[in-house]
């Protein structure tokens, strides 16, 4: 093995054992010592590929992104549209948070992060000049990026619960639809959307995403 093998094998396997625990029990709650203890290596070898837990959170956050866009496809394929695809996204990440406190701390955590915040805002910023372009014409980049801005913010809210927080039902409904509205989708489309989703089994549907989600990362990290 080369010494270039060998390094990437090193960090192959820091970002494997790292994003299997913060998958298991979770982002905040994983430790750069608990990851080195688990590969029996010291913190200067994890630093040395990355400087802080932060910058593998920033990996798994580009697998979501990546994982997302494979949905969407996928959803594309089975004759689904570009702004309901978008709405079942939102609606599985609301509902995966709400089940799963673990998945909930990874969003947060990623909405906290300067790094995976700035990366997520490019990755839609550019999906949703593919997808929404039709009701968005005449908008210039900066513009996707100021409405985008502003989704990040009503997605972050919306991923946030608590015991007084409202229904989970209401929460979407609420968020689609002002999301659906930044991007100039017409009140009667917006409407026949949200009802199309709310009318799923968001809970049981989250619950699958997240499954399937956490079987990608461990295939893509190996």
């Given amino acids: 093995?080369?010494?270039?093998?060998?390094?990437?094998?090193?960090?192959?396997?820091?970002?494997?054992?790292?994003?299997?625990?913060?998958?298991?029990?979770?982002?905040?709650?994983?430790?750069?010592?608990?990851?080195?203890d688990e590969?029996?290596?010291?913190?200067g070898n994890f630093t040395f590929y990355f400087p802080t837990k932060e910058y593998v959170l920033a990996e798994l956050v580009r697998m979501l992104c990546e994982f997302q866009e494979k949905l969407i496809d996928y959803e594309a394929d089975r004759g689904v549209g570009s702004v309901l695809s978008i709405c079942i996204e939102l609606m599985t990440v609301a509902a995966a948070c709400e089940e799963n406190e673990i998945a909930?701390?990874?969003?947060?955590?990623?909405?906290?992060?300067?790094?995976?915040?700035?990366?997520?805002?490019?990755?839609h910023v550019n999906r949703a000049k593919k997808l929404l372009a039709d009701y968005c014409k005449?908008?210039?980049?900066?513009?996707?990026?100021?409405?985008e801005i502003l989704v990040q913010g009503i997605d972050y809210a919306t991923i946030i619960s608590n015991e007084a927080s409202v229904?989970?039902?209401?929460?979407?409904?609420?968020?689609?639809?002002?999301?659906?509205?930044?991007?100039?989708?017409?009140?009667e489309v917006r409407q026949e959307k949200i009802d199309r989703v709310l009318a799923m089994d968001c809970r049981g549907l989250g619950k699958r995403v997240h499954a399937e989600f956490t079987d990608f990362v461990e295939k893509e990290s190996n």
């Fill in 1 to 36: 093995m080369t010494v270039q093998e060998r390094k990437e094998s090193t960090r192959s396997k820091i970002l494997r054992v790292s994003m299997r625990m913060f998958l298991e029990v979770g982002y905040t709650a994983t430790t750069v010592k608990a990851v080195c």
């Fill in 39 to 43: 590969l029996n290596i010291s913190k």
């Fill in 104 to 123: 909930r701390d990874f969003f947060v955590s990623a909405f906290q992060s300067r790094m995976c915040l700035d990366y997520l805002r490019e990755n």
């Fill in 138 to 147: 005449d908008w210039t980049h900066e513009q996707f990026v100021e409405a």
């Fill in 167 to 187: 229904p989970l039902d209401v929460r979407i409904s609420a968020a689609l639809n002002q999301i659906l509205g930044i991007y100039n989708i017409p009140v």
